[in-house]
């Protein structure tokens, strides 16, 4: 019935990095190493992490007829990613400007180029991919409205994936779509708004359910990931897999109640943190599709996001599953 493990809806951008001793404060100008230019954007990082992993993996975007678009076709297409929902032209492709510190710590600046041209019609367009896909995740490098069109056009019984990245407030319409919402602090925040987020990361997630998703994934860097779902009372009595391996808490109503867990990670010494949280995104996301329990799936990503910090760059620091399997 489906073709893909996973359709990845999003941004594909040439990724312009320069290595800094530190962060130019305003009005500084710092002298930084030699530029290197890489494949990325977080559709495409998306994409080629999981066809990486050996998931089945197409990817919805758009590109630029130009040398960057080229990069990006063949990076994907090296991956084992189907690129027949690519499309080429109406703008130049995107660009990330990135500087990393010693620390492999990073500060991102996007044009989205083509990106910005991604349409609802793009993805009405494409709707046997839609309709072949067990999974389908997206970030916000493209246009808002192209994220509920994608939610709108969902096959019966089809899993929705969000990585609100840049943040910006979303419509109910997506948030109640979302299994899961993944978001770090930053972008927790800025979707509940600071003075409603909370203190602790188990704050932030039973808030976002409480918003409408039906899961929340929250990353939390080196110290792992934490998971948070509902549970009602059936699911409870019926549920003998003793999974209390986190803080099962706070009715919300209705029987209902927010379980959530702790999912360490693997310590590791960091070089780049360029599209860890991608990684993490789409080894989830096909975790899920696998039949994976959302709390197992994340145990998988957080081992391949610290697998991916572990090199520069982005897609080329992406690992294999053999090499998850070794970390």
């Given at each position: 019935?489906y073709?893909?493990?996973?359709?990845?809806v999003?941004?594909?951008?040439?990724?312009?990095?320069?290595?800094v001793?530190?962060?130019?404060?305003?009005?500084?100008t710092?002298?930084?190493g030699?530029?290197?230019?890489?494949?990325?954007?977080?559709g495409?990082?998306?994409?080629?992490?999981?066809?990486r992993?050996g998931?089945?993996?197409?990817?919805l975007a758009?590109v630029?007829?130009?040398?960057?678009?080229?990069?990006?076709?063949?990076?994907?297409?090296?991956?084992?990613?189907?690129?027949?929902?690519?499309?080429?032209?109406?703008?130049?492709t995107?660009?990330?400007l990135?500087?990393?510190?010693p620390?492999?710590?990073?500060?991102?600046?996007v044009?989205?180029g083509?990106?910005g041209?991604?349409?609802?019609?793009?993805?009405?367009?494409?709707?046997?991919?839609?309709?072949?896909?067990?999974?389908?995740s997206t970030?916000?490098?493209?246009?808002?409205?192209?994220?509920?069109?994608v939610?709108?056009?969902?096959?019966?019984?089809?899993?929705f994936?969000?990585?609100p990245?840049p943040?910006?407030?979303?419509?109910?319409?997506?948030?109640a779509?979302?299994?899961?919402?993944?978001?770090?602090?930053?972008?927790a925040?800025?979707?509940?708004g600071?003075?409603?987020?909370?203190?602790t990361?188990?704050?932030w997630?039973?808030?976002?359910?409480?918003?409408?998703?039906?899961?929340?994934?929250?990353?939390?860097g080196?110290?792992?990931?934490?998971?948070?779902?509902?549970?009602?009372e059936?699911?409870?009595?019926?549920d003998?897999?003793?999974?209390?391996v986190?803080v099962g808490?706070?009715?919300?109503?209705?029987g209902?109640e927010?379980?959530?867990?702790?999912?360490?990670?693997?310590?590791?010494d960091?070089?780049d943190?360029?599209?860890?949280?991608?990684?993490?995104?789409?080894?989830?996301?096909?975790?899920?599709g696998t039949?994976a329990?959302?709390?197992?799936?994340?145990?998988?990503?957080?081992?391949?996001?610290?697998a991916?910090?572990?090199r520069?760059g982005?897609?080329?620091?992406?690992?294999?599953?053999?090499?998850?399997?070794?970390?």
């Open positions: 019935m073709d893909y493990d996973l359709l990845v999003g941004s594909a951008n040439a990724d312009l990095v320069i290595g001793e530190r962060r130019p404060a305003a009005g500084e710092v002298l930084g030699d530029l290197a230019v890489h494949p990325g954007g977080k495409a990082n998306q994409a080629v992490a999981a066809a992993l998931a089945a993996t197409a990817l758009r630029g007829d130009d040398g960057h678009g080229r990069l990006l076709l063949d990076s994907l297409r090296t991956a084992g990613v189907d690129t027949a929902g690519v499309l080429v032209g109406g703008a130049p995107g660009v990330a990135i500087t990393v510190d620390s492999g710590d990073n500060s991102i600046v044009s989205p083509a990106n041209r991604l349409t609802p019609e793009d993805v009405r367009a494409a709707d046997g991919l839609l309709r072949t896909s067990r999974v389908v970030q916000l490098e493209i246009p808002l409205e192209t994220v509920v069109g939610v709108r056009s969902l096959p019966e019984g089809g899993r994936v969000l990585n990245s943040p910006r407030p979303l419509p109910g319409e997506v948030l779509a979302c299994d899961p919402l993944i978001v770090n602090e930053h972008e925040k800025v979707i509940l600071d003075s409603a987020a909370g203190d990361p188990e704050d997630a039973r808030r976002l359910l409480a918003e409408g998703p039906r899961s929340v994934v929250v990353t939390l080196a110290e792992g990931a934490l998971v948070a779902e509902t549970r009602t059936t699911e409870r009595r019926t003998e897999s003793g999974a209390g986190g808490v706070g009715a919300v109503g209705g209902v927010v379980e959530v867990t702790r999912v360490a990670s693997v310590r590791v960091a070089v943190t360029t599209g860890a949280g991608d990684a993490f995104t789409a080894a989830l996301a096909w975790r899920l039949g329990t959302l709390a197992e799936a994340a145990g998988y990503a957080v081992r391949v996001g610290a991916a910090v572990t520069r982005a897609q080329e620091s992406f690992p294999t599953g053999a090499e998850v399997e070794a970390l």
